[in-house]
């Protein structure tokens, strides 16, 4: 293999600090070096791929089209490093009992698929050979990050509103749509409604959820979490549209009504491609037995 195609984690690392902060000063203390160094060292990740990376001028640095390219790739490579680097120390830690053991961290969304997620950790652990299953609590969103760069192993994940893309994954359960309002509420008292019923309230905007780290345009409330979600419902600020079994953690100050013509939501198991982890393999069989 030609050797100008080989790129060392501590190149991948320098650029992408350069990349990202668009200053040779700010990133070289983000790194933790001279500056010098820094620039030598971009200059010769140039040289050895024959290409631009930074335009380099008065106004300061930007990236060219092969330093966005880069700068893409380079984040997907550095965050496979580091989950690679979690997984493996997983794999040989050891467990509460003091026994070298595999453990496997599931992250889920907080309050979300509770009943699904209970039966599946129940059959699990009835299994001989089961691993540690650590539950990590997500916020809005958070299961595809932590699944990436290796903080989780796998990851109960709900569509449309988390992307699958990258993964594997298998279909769960397929539930309808709930619209949660105040209690107090004049439409808290129907036993259905449709969707544009709640989308069009003037005095309830609906609650705003962050997609890929930015809330669409609206008048709700910008929400990060179910609790803060769950209070401002209470409080007659906002109303919310969300999976049938949500049901489970709705406060008495709230009113669930059903939704006639709202795509349903289904909730996926989903795992890196790659993984070759026998305790994951017998995870994701028990899941879909149930």
Known sequence: MDTSEILETRELRYFVAVAEELHFGRAARR???????????????????GVPLLNRNRRGVSLTGAGEVLLAEGRAALCATTAAARRTRRAGGAGHSGVACERLVLAVKAAASQELLRKLLDAYAAQPE???IELLPCGIGEQEI????????????QT????????????LLTEGRIAVLPASHPLATRTTLSLTEVTDLPDLPLARWPRNGTYPPGPGPEIRDQTQLAQLIALGRTAAVCPE???????AEHAAVALTDAPPVTTHIAWPPHSRSRPLARLIRTAIQL
């Open 146 to 157: 932590m699944l990436r760069d290796g903080r989780a192993d796998v990851a109960l994940m």
């Open 245 to 251: 079994s949500s049901r489970t953690w709705l406060w």
């Open 160 to 171: 449309p509103f988390d992307s699958l893309a990258g993964f594997d994954s298998e279909e």
């Open 31 to 49: 790194l933790g070096i001279a500056q010098p160094p820094l620039s030598r060292a971009i200059q010769q990740l140039e040289r050895r791929l």
């Open 130 to 132: 089961a691993a540690e």
